[in-house]
């Protein structure tokens, strides 16, 4: 059974950085793309990174060049590294597959950005 846990959320000001981290068991992490969702209150869901099983890296305008996504297939584990955070950004942050499986989505971790 697949598990996504998502974590390094927390509570940040404007300009600053965090890190999450995404351990998966149960998928051949290693031959998946994978992805990083965010939904902010009141809006739908939103991908914010991809990253394919080669590496290649893919970002919608409002968080490239501020957002990194990387992955350790040693580890199972995708990373998001955001910096120069923005209010905007506030939301709960979510990792699946690139596209997402349905019954994938796990509990996510919390970004919260103060202005």
């Known amino acids: 059974q697949a598990q996504l846990v998502e974590s390094g959320g927390g509570l940040v000001q404007a300009g600053g950085s965090l890190r999450l981290s995404c351990a998966t068991s149960g998928i051949i992490f290693r031959f998946r793309a994978m992805g990083w969702y965010r939904q902010a209150p009141g809006k739908q869901r939103e991908l914010v990174a991809t990253i394919t099983s080669g590496g290649t890296t893919n970002y919608p305008d409002s968080v490239k060049g501020r957002f990194t996504i990387s992955r350790d297939n040693a580890k199972n584990t995708v990373y998001l590294q955001m910096n120069s955070l923005k209010p905007e950004d506030t939301a709960v942050y979510y990792c699946?597959?690139?596209?997402?499986?349905?019954?994938?989505w796990g509990q996510g971790t919390q970004v919260t950005v103060s202005s």
């Open positions: 699946n597959l690139a596209p997402a499986n349905t019954y994938y």
